[in-house]
């Protein structure tokens, strides 16, 4: 029984350390919905997909701050950061909100605050500050480029859709795979146990 404590207790310190790990790696897909786009843009290239990295956050111009006054966030697109699993399928793991300026300077981000559902799935990546945010220059170039090529409908003339996917908490797949683990372990200790008699 103590070599059974014992596996189990190195299969557990194993997960939790490698799991943060690999959860830091560049993500491997974003998908933008929004006013005039026909359906979402995936995005892929890893140059591109790396610009929207969460850990980084090079999205933001942090210098700048917090915008103070809530800017004009009419059209607003929904950006979505995927990793790739195990299984070959994606996982939401960041979601923010693109708005472009009117004017000729950078657009704005949204952070999801607290009251919103999508809070707790970027709080699982990494916590940043909530709110409006003022877009950094080189994404901002890089949003507005990819929403200008595959822009099908004037922004004006059409309707956000609302959804998001749900992200399968990592830490409960860790869970999972450490309790079959040890399970595996127990079973394969009693057989290798010699038989009285």
């Known amino acids: 029984m103590k070599h059974l404590a014992g596996l189990c207790a190195v299969i557990v310190l194993l997960l939790v350390s490698i799991a943060p790990a690999l959860a830091k790696e560049s993500p491997d897909k974003v998908t933008i919905t929004g006013p005039g786009l026909a359906s979402p843009i995936e995005i892929t290239d890893p140059d591109i997909v790396e610009d929207f990295n969460p850990w980084k956050g090079q999205f933001i111009d942090w210098a700048r701050g917090r915008v103070t006054d809530i800017p004009p ?17 994606f996982q939401v793991i ?73 992200l399968k ?20 200790i009693r057989r290798m146990r010699p038989t009285p008699g």
């Open 73 to 89: 966030v009419d059209p607003r697109y929904e950006v979505l950061i995927h990793v790739k699993g195990n299984d070959g399928r």
């Open 169 to 188: 908490n990592p830490w409960a797949v860790a869970l999972a795979f450490a309790v079959t683990a040890a399970g595996a372990a127990a079973w394969l």
């Open 94 to 166: 960041y979601a923010f909100e693109y708005a472009p300026n009117p004017s000729s300077a950078p657009g704005y981000i949204y952070l999801p605050d607290r009251d919103d559902t999508r809070y707790d799935l970027n709080a699982r990546t990494i916590l940043r500050p909530t709110g409006w945010q003022y877009a950094s220059a080189d994404s901002d170039s890089v949003i507005s480029r990819i929403l200008k090529e595959y822009a099908t409908v004037p922004a004006s003339r059409a309707r956000a859709p609302h959804s998001i996917e749900i």
